[in-house]
């Protein structure tokens, strides 16, 4: 079975049961505390009568990591050079590709800003 490290758009496009992240369904997804904290605002916006349910089924379904202080010095770094080129990278996603690649793994992604970035998994 295949590892990723699944940012914030990937979670919830697995939640939406989005066709082209079938594939990706019955992976082991890696995520951090801030991805589910975005998670839980869009589920709180788009299903308030069941956040909190949902909430819960992704957390006990995500393998979560703790990041340490090499993790968020990559993601400052990696904001600050993708700002530098244009790029518009938020800092909770820029934690989780250092985190990613950290651990070796492909960070799936469809976020725009990441297409073409070597160790992204990217669907759109």
Excluded at 49 to 70: E, K
Excluded at 77 to 97: M, N, P, Q, W
């Amino acid at each position: 079975m295949s590892t990723f490290f699944a940012d914030t758009y990937a979670i919830i496009e697995l939640l939406k049961g989005s066709p082209r992240y079938r594939p990706y369904k019955d992976a082991v997804l890696i995520t951090t505390e801030f991805n589910l904290a975005e998670f839980a605002y869009a589920v709180a916006r788009d299903y308030p009568d069941t956040a909190q349910d949902i909430c819960s089924q992704v957390r006990h379904g995500m393998n979560l990591y703790h990041p340490g202080d090499r993790d968020y010095l990559g993601a400052s770094y990696l904001r600050r050079e993708s700002a530098l080129a244009g790029k518009k990278l938020s800092l909770i996603d820029c934690v989780g590709y250092s985190v990613a690649a950290s651990l070796s793994l492909p960070f799936l992604t469809g976020d725009r800003e990441f297409e073409g970035m070597a160790g992204v998994e990217f669907v759109k």
